[in-house]
């Protein structure tokens, strides 16, 4: 069946520091891939999302890339602010299909 | 509201009793999903509906579970004889349609906490 493997937590980084969240997935089609992020109180927010191969979602700073060769969704963020501190989740959709396999979820702490 | 709703924002019963969680989705969504959380992972689907019917109920862990969406917008589901197990944050989530190629986005509640003592 579909599944979602994510880097384990908790991750702590300072102001301004390279932030990179890894994510792989196993699926029998061509699912779309998703990051979705889950502020401090929120619920969980679309934060980007890519449908097929070579495909990259960014948003708010942050870039993934879908490689297929290497069934990864890997999340990138240059410059991390305070306001980034979140639990991040990858997830997938197979195709044809609407429910969503997440990842366990990593959680963010960015430091001032 | 703007966004999904759901009530009550945390529920804490004894072993053994009825619970009812209810979803507000958005005006005009006709897909409603519901997922289970448990600490320290991510969401596991537990049911679909599009419109009033249950399209897929496949994630729904047991018979004590079941979900309604008799007119096709709020969603109740509903968990009989609770065991500790349940314990878990329930999350409902809905979007404009249902998945494919053009996958509308799902917005998610800020789910329920459901404690069972």
Request: proline content about 4%.
């Amino acid at each position: 069946g579909d599944s979602v493997t994510q880097m384990e937590g908790p991750v702590t980084l300072s102001e301004e520091a390279f932030l990179t969240i890894n994510c792989t997935y196993t699926a029998t089609g061509y699912p779309s891939l998703f990051w979705y992020v889950q502020y401090p109180g929120e619920g969980l927010q679309l934060l980007l999302k890519a449908t097929k191969a070579d495909d990259k979602g960014s948003n708010k700073g942050f870039e993934a890339t879908y490689r297929k060769e290497t069934t990864s969704f890997h999340l990138e963020k240059g410059s991390v602010q305070v306001s980034d501190s979140a639990v991040y989740f990858c997830a997938l959709s197979d195709s044809g299909d609407y429910k969503l396999s997440f990842g366990a979820g990593t959680t963010v702490t960015v430091r001032a | 509201g703007a966004g999904v709703s759901q009530t009550p924002s945390n529920k804490v019963t004894e072993k053994g009793k009825y619970v009812e969680l209810r979803c507000d989705p958005i005006s005009g969504h006709t897909a409603l999903y519901w997922y289970r959380q448990s600490l320290g992972q991510g969401p596991e689907f537990l049911i679909y509906f599009q419109g009033t019917g249950a399209a897929d109920d496949s994630g729904l862990p047991n018979d004590r579970f079941f979900a309604v969406r008799p007119e096709g917008s709020v969603s109740t589901l509903k968990i009989q004889r609770t065991e500790r197990g349940d314990s878990a944050v329930y999350l409902c989530a809905s979007s404009l349609g249902p998945g494919g190629e053009g996958r509308s986005e799902a917005f998610f509640g800020q789910g329920t906490r459901l404690t069972v003592v």
